[in-house]
Nanobody, 121 residues
Framework: QVQLVESGGGLVQPGGSLRLSCAASGSIGSFDAMAWYRQAPGKQREWVACISSGGSTNYADHVKGRFTISRDNAKNTVYLQMNTLKPEDTAVYYC???????????????WGQGTQVTVSS
């Protein structure tokens, strides 16, 4: 079993920044990578970024250059630094442990409660 707790969301103006955190516990060692997803109202959940245990990263095109994923393996915590936020970034953000092979992400069935990010003036 894996437990995930996301935090750090909130209301921010366009152009602002937020830093999300995901604290993982349980059998997290069986997964070699972590990802962030988001789900906007009325839309499907979409992959945002992932990071391997060694620190390699990959991003969706619509966040590349604005978002940075990082991890602290000692704390089993993954972060998502979000800069230059846009209204279309408004969503509930989730972390997800999984496996990353080549350019493909394979999610697990473990999800936290998510953290709400609202970008609005």
């Amino acid at each position: 079993q894996v437990q995930l707790v996301e935090s750090g969301g909130g209301l921010v103006q366009p152009g602002g920044s937020l830093r999300l955190s995901c604290a993982a516990s349980g059998s997290i060692g069986s997964f070699d990578a972590m990802a962030w997803y988001r789900q906007a109202p009325g839309k499907q959940r979409e992959w945002v970024a992932c990071i391997s245990s060694g620190g390699s990263t990959n991003y969706a095109d619509h966040v590349k250059g604005r978002f940075t994923i990082s991890r602290d393996n000692a704390k089993n915590t993954v972060y998502l630094q979000m800069n230059t936020l846009k209204p279309e970034d408004t969503a509930v953000y989730y972390c997800n442990p999984g496996r990353w092979y080549g350019s493909n992400w394979f999610p697990s069935d473990y999800w936290g409660q998510g953290t709400q990010v609202t970008v609005s003036s």
